[in-house]
């Protein structure tokens, strides 16, 4: 398949690049949202199909949230996303457009971009696509959902998922950057989120165990309790308090310091609605005007 002849990938993409929201978002862990908000870029598609998905309106193979963007025009929306204040340019699963995006953020960059890049992805990546983007990332913002091959079919729909992280750490970890916080408050280098899968917590002990071998030195960590699943937009906790409480003591064993934790009772009981001009509460995010008037408010 040959997705620069207009051929649809496993993402249910061409290479043309396709956005589903633009706007400034409150959500993400405090370096990269800060006070104002990260400047969010949802990009269309995603080459996992996580059944529990909670962006599968967009991600989805057969989504129709998707508006078509140049590069230039993308570069333009991140000036703008920065002349507002976003804290951070967060490009959410960005994987099936690098070559897009790459070219994107090199005309930003010359016309004055200068906020933290983020590159938030659930880690299922190609190493040659890393590469082409590495220059131009300040933050790797990186999933390791699993590395259990049972738990990955259940929850990534893939049985590799675990093989595909494992190699693109080892490519991050070779890349050799600084995990630190800069005077402004940003971070930079790789923070790595794991969510924790209900009736999974063995999985999320193999995660730890694996972080503390070949990443606590060189990586934060964000470990989330909020796993929502969008058939039942629940709210309950998925784990109990004592269970919480033994993965926080956990964290002190192994000795693993630099991150954030969800709090237990944090719980989000919504899903965002990308057919809203605002997907999410309005406490959380603010659309971008420019491309709402690009997409339409009718999808
Ligand atoms: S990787 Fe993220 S965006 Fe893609 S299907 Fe899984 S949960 Fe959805």
Redesign the pocket.
Known sequence: MDRTIGELGVCGQSSEMNIAWIGLHKGEEPPISKEIGSGTIFFTG?S???PF???EQI?SFHTTFHTLVSEEELASYMIELQDIGAATINLI?GTHFIPSIRESLIIAKERGLTIPIVWNS?G?ESIEGLALIDDLIDLYLIDIKTLDEKTSVTY?SYKQYPNVIRDVVDYLIALDKRTYVDEEGSLFGLLIRHLVFPSSLKSTYEVLDYFSTHLKERAHLSLMVQFINPKERTGEPYISEKEYNELLDYLDKLGIEDGYVQELEDNVDWIPDFSKENPFPPHFASPLASFLEKRGTIQ
């Open positions: 995603c996992l199909h996580c998905c909670q962006n991600s699963t659930s299922f990534c």
